[in-house]
């Protein structure tokens, strides 16, 4: 029989099976966030010239453990607990097949081993793309299947218990809008796994003798359909992300929920095509097929991200305004709450999301400014700028919320939580935009060392980036170092309000809905009251716009893009003078 808990400070209900699950995937993303921050360290203090810390062979080790733990293993561990959260508890509905849920929570974790095992064995070295025909073990192939069906199982748990909501009637009409943004999630994750088994499985295959040959044009191009769509999952879900905290910090409600819904129907219709981005001096794909997704196709999905961009601080700068901050364009903005980590985590996930990631990626999708920026360390400045800046920002915001609400323990260190998102912020900010600086001035995306020593004793051929090249770096490892520092404050947070929390015992109200006493366990057979439907406010006349300062910053937003971009034009008619 289905048990629910609810929480007296939320008023959330949470289904027994799924909050285990939910602990569960939340822990693992914090286990594999730590080592991915220990190994961001390693690769910042030695792409850092002054330092340059590890040698080449254990640097390209380090950085494809990183860039694995950090962009899938982190990311998604953490997003399979945000969907049954959309799913169960957002719906006060059972949760679908429990024991298929923990057989891909236990799938996902035994890949992300083996992987990680064969990775620090050292001959996988082949960095996040894994790239053929440069090889690496059977194993690493192998976990990262695993892992796949593991997390492909989790998505159908989640569609399964959407089914079970809508059959046992818990809700009224559409499912609420963040349930929809996971929904969008999670239609992106099958498409991604399915890209990853058509190209990750013969090239298991090949790895163990099977298959003599595999394509290597053919395999980048199947590769980013999946590696970068990886990335579109943590867009769709942080997004949503963003829709939750406004509505649990302000009580702030979509300016338009049709418009939302739609921009999230734009990310599954044209999202993925960003990944040709990847592919634009390949030579093994037309000019039409990049141009055409690079820009008419990829810019509907831009169009998503802008209109999410406007309607989440819009849906704040309302309702600030419906409780009496009306004084100038920015009072709701300046009275916002901005010590509660909540809060403040998740606006400047949106604004660096906006200014460094969006902006940033549409130039860098461009086919003819992509060439003065590809494979250098402008790319992984962007999408640190998306992934870290982003995603990681924002599901840092919503831990601090789910600890006291799903875990039931009092943060430890409340001072040190309210500065935390910002010494993560200040870093991120610093390093993606020096990163993309350097990486302006051609500094190579992957190379251990920016001096190339090793091509002038062996080539006896020598080669210097600009000095400013050089400060940019060293401002990069500087920045990098304390980014690290507000990531280790998160997982000390955590992790110490798990361990040493004070546990937040149940209220005489929190079991008025169940009818049981304090003795009893907290959770009860009795199923939680339908959800209605939330009332739709549509307003029209002249009353003027409600959420002008949220336009401004959009006028700002549009500004910086349309300068950025030009500049981009005029750098590129620089290196490329035409005649």
Same mark, same amino acid.
């Given at each position: 029989?289905?048990?629910?808990?609810?929480?007296?400070?939320?008023?959330?209900?949470?289904?027994?099976?799924?909050?285990?699950?939910?602990?569960?995937?939340?822990?693992?993303?914090?286990?594999?966030?730590?080592?991915?921050?220990?190994?961001?360290?390693?690769?910042?203090?030695?792409?850092?010239?002054?330092?340059?810390?590890?040698?080449?062979?254990?640097?390209?080790?380090?950085?494809?453990?990183?860039?694995?733990?950090?962009?899938?293993?982190?990311?998604?561990?953490?997003?399979?607990?945000?969907?049954?959260?959309?799913?169960?508890?957002?719906?006060?509905?059972?949760?679908?097949?429990?024991?298929?849920?923990?057989?891909?929570?236990?799938?996902?974790?035994?890949?992300?081993?083996?992987?990680?095992?064969?990775?620090?064995?050292?001959?996988?070295?082949?960095?996040?793309?894994?790239?053929?025909?440069?090889?690496?073990?059977?194993?690493?192939?192998?976990?990262?299947?695993?892992?796949?069906?593991?997390?492909?199982?989790?998505?159908?748990?989640?569609?399964?218990?959407?089914?079970?909501?809508?059959?046992?009637?818990?809700?009224?009409?559409? *499912?609420?809008?963040? &349930?929809?943004? @996971?929904?969008?999630?999670? $239609?992106? =994750? !099958?498409?991604?796994? +399915?890209?990853?088994?058509?190209?990750?499985?013969?090239?298991?295959?090949?790895?163990?003798?099977?298959?003599?040959?595999?394509?290597?044009?053919?395999?980048?191009?199947?590769?980013?359909?999946?590696?970068?769509?990886?990335?579109? *999952?943590?867009?769709? &879900?942080?997004? @949503?992300?963003?829709?939750? $905290?406004? =509505? !649990?910090?302000?009580? +702030?409600?979509?300016?338009?929920?049709?418009?939302?819904?739609?921009?999230?129907?734009?990310?599954?219709?044209?999202?993925?095509?960003?990944?040709?981005?990847?592919?634009?001096?390949?030579?093994?794909?037309?000019?039409?097929?990049? *141009?055409?997704?690079?820009?008419?196709?990829?810019?509907?999905?831009?169009?998503?991200?802008?209109?999410?961009?406007?309607?989440?601080?819009?849906?704040?700068?309302?309702?600030?305004?419906?409780?009496?901050?009306?004084?100038?364009?920015?009072?709701?903005?300046?009275?916002?709450?901005?010590?509660?980590?909540?809060?403040?985590?998740?606006?400047?996930?949106?604004?660096?999301?906006?200014?460094?990631?969006?902006?940033?990626?549409?130039?860098?999708?461009?086919e003819q400014i992509n060439i003065i920026i590809h494979n250098t360390l402008y790319v992984p400045g962007h999408f640190h700028a998306t992934v870290v800046a982003g995603t990681t920002l924002a599901f840092m915001a919503i831990t601090y919320f789910l600890v006291p609400v799903l875990f039931r323990r009092e943060l430890i260190l409340p001072g040190l939580a309210k500065w935390q998102p910002y010494i993560f912020s200040i870093g991120i900010i610093l390093f993606t935009l020096f990163m993309m600086g350097a990486g302006t001035m051609g500094v190579s995306r992957r190379h251990w060392d920016m001096s190339f020593a090793d091509a002038s004793t062996i080539l006896g051929m020598t080669f210097e980036y600009p000095g400013t090249a050089k400060l940019m770096m060293g401002i990069v490892g500087i920045s990098g170092v304390l980014s690290i520092i507000g990531g280790a404050m998160y997982v000390l947070i955590v992790v110490g309000s798990l361990l040493f929390g004070k546990k937040l015992e149940a209220s005489a109200g929190f079991w008025q809905n169940f009818g049981v006493p304090l003795?009893?366990?907290?959770?009860?057979?009795?199923?939680?009251?339908?959800?209605?439907?939330?009332?739709?406010?549509?307003?029209?006349?002249?009353?003027?716009?409600?959420?002008?300062?949220?336009?401004?910053?959009?006028?700002?937003?549009?500004?910086?893009?349309?300068?950025?971009?030009?500049?981009?034009?005029?750098?590129?008619?620089?290196?490329?003078?035409?005649?």
């Amino acid at each position: 029989m289905a048990q629910f808990r609810v929480c007296p400070q939320s008023g959330l209900y949470f289904h027994k099976s799924a909050e285990s699950l939910m602990k569960a995937n939340a822990v693992a993303a914090v286990v594999f966030l730590l080592l991915a921050g220990v190994l961001a360290l390693l690769v910042t203090l030695t792409r850092w010239p002054t330092v340059h810390l590890l040698p080449a062979d254990a640097f390209y080790m380090v950085l494809t453990a990183h860039g694995i733990n950090a962009l899938l293993f982190w990311i998604i561990f953490f997003e399979m607990a945000v969907l049954y959260f959309a799913s169960s508890t957002l719906l006060r509905s059972r949760l679908a097949t429990p024991r298929w849920a923990w057989l891909g929570f236990w799938l996902m974790i035994i890949g992300a081993i083996t992987t990680n095992v064969a990775i620090f064995q050292g001959a996988s070295s082949v960095m996040m793309t894994s790239y053929v025909p440069m090889p690496a073990e059977p194993h690493f192939y192998l976990g990262l299947i695993l892992f796949a069906v593991g997390a492909l199982i989790g998505c159908f748990v989640f569609l399964g218990t959407l089914a079970v909501a809508k059959g046992e009637n818990t809700y009224d009409g559409s *499912i609420p809008l963040v &349930t929809f943004g @996971a929904l969008t999630a999670c $239609i992106i =994750a !099958i498409f991604t796994i +399915a890209s990853g088994a058509i190209i990750l499985i013969p090239t298991f295959l090949w790895s163990v003798g099977l298959i003599s040959y595999i394509d290597p044009v053919m395999y980048r191009i199947v590769w980013w359909a999946m590696g970068h769509s990886s990335q579109q *999952i943590n867009v769709a &879900t942080h997004v @949503a992300i963003w829709y939750a $905290i406004a =509505a !649990i910090v302000f009580g +702030a409600k979509p300016m338009s929920e049709k418009v939302s819904r739609g921009a999230y129907l734009l990310y599954i219709l044209f999202l993925q095509l960003a990944s040709a981005h990847h592919i634009l001096v390949d030579p093994g794909v037309s000019s039409t097929w990049k *141009i055409f997704n690079t820009s008419y196709a990829m810019y509907l999905a831009v169009l998503a991200s802008m209109i999410h961009g406007l309607t989440v601080p819009g849906a704040i700068e309302a309702a600030q305004r419906k409780k009496g901050y009306t004084n100038g364009i920015f009072e709701w903005l300046r009275k916002a709450p901005w010590s509660n980590p909540v809060f403040s985590g998740m606006f400047m996930s949106l604004i660096m999301f906006g200014f460094l990631g969006g902006i940033t990626g549409v130039v860098m999708g461009t086919e003819q400014i992509n060439i003065i920026i590809h494979n250098t360390l402008y790319v992984p400045g962007h999408f640190h700028a998306t992934v870290v800046a982003g995603t990681t920002l924002a599901f840092m915001a919503i831990t601090y919320f789910l600890v006291p609400v799903l875990f039931r323990r009092e943060l430890i260190l409340p001072g040190l939580a309210k500065w935390q998102p910002y010494i993560f912020s200040i870093g991120i900010i610093l390093f993606t935009l020096f990163m993309m600086g350097a990486g302006t001035m051609g500094v190579s995306r992957r190379h251990w060392d920016m001096s190339f020593a090793d091509a002038s004793t062996i080539l006896g051929m020598t080669f210097e980036y600009p000095g400013t090249a050089k400060l940019m770096m060293g401002i990069v490892g500087i920045s990098g170092v304390l980014s690290i520092i507000g990531g280790a404050m998160y997982v000390l947070i955590v992790v110490g309000s798990l361990l040493f929390g004070k546990k937040l015992e149940a209220s005489a109200g929190f079991w008025q809905n169940f009818g049981v006493p304090l003795a009893d366990s907290c959770y009860s057979p009795t199923r939680p009251e339908r959800l209605g439907r939330p009332p739709v406010i549509e307003e029209h006349g002249s009353a003027g716009f409600e959420a002008p300062g949220t336009f401004v910053l959009a006028i700002v937003f549009l500004v910086t893009f349309v300068v950025y971009y030009f500049i981009n034009w005029k750098y590129l008619a620089s290196v490329w003078p035409m005649s």
